[in-house]
Nanobody, 115 residues
Framework: QLQLVESGGGLVQPGGSLRLSCAAS????????FGWFRQAPGKEREGVSC???????TYVDSVKGRFTVSRDNAKNTVYLQMNSLKPEDTAVYYC?????????WGQGTQVTVSS
C-alpha cells in the first residue's frame, strides 16, 4: 500500500514562493505517475499538475509559467515549486499517485497566500 505524505505548505505573501514535497513509501516509486490537486474553500477539487516517467509534466492553465513539478526517483519524492503566488492559489494541496486504475492520496497541506 503506497503512502504519501505532503509537506511544505504555509502562509506566504502574494508574489512569494513555496515548495511542496510529497514523500512516498510502501511501493516502487518508479512505477507510479504523480500529481497535485488543490481544493479551495467552497470549490471543487482542481487538478494542478501531473508528472509521469513517460509523458513528462502537464499543468492547468492558471499555473503555467509559475509552478514546476518534478520528481526525484532516488528520494521517492515529488515536488511542486510554486512561484509568483497569488491569493487565488490559496487551497489545500493534495499529492496523488496513480498506477493503472489504482490511485493513492496524501492528507493535504494548506497553502495560504495573503498579505
Amino acid at each position: 500500500q503506497l503512502q504519501l505524505v505532503e509537506s511544505g505548505g504555509g502562509l506566504v505573501q502574494p508574489g512569494g514562493s513555496l515548495r511542496l514535497s510529497c514523500a512516498a513509501s510502501g511501493g516502487t516509486f518508479e512505477h507510479y505517475d504523480f500529481g497535485w490537486f488543490r481544493q479551495a474553500p467552497g470549490k471543487e477539487r482542481e487538478g494542478v499538475s501531473c508528472i509521469s516517467n513517460s509523458a513528462g509534466a502537464t499543468y492547468v492553465d492558471s499555473v503555467k509559467g509559475r509552478f514546476t513539478v518534478s520528481r526525484d526517483n532516488a528520494k521517492n519524492t515529488v515536488y511542486l515549486q510554486m512561484n509568483s503566488l497569488k491569493p487565488e492559489d490559496t487551497a489545500v494541496y493534495y499529492c496523488y499517485a496513480v498506477r493503472g486504475v489504482t490511485a493513492y492520496w496524501g492528507q493535504g497541506t494548506q497553502v495560504t497566500v495573503s498579505s
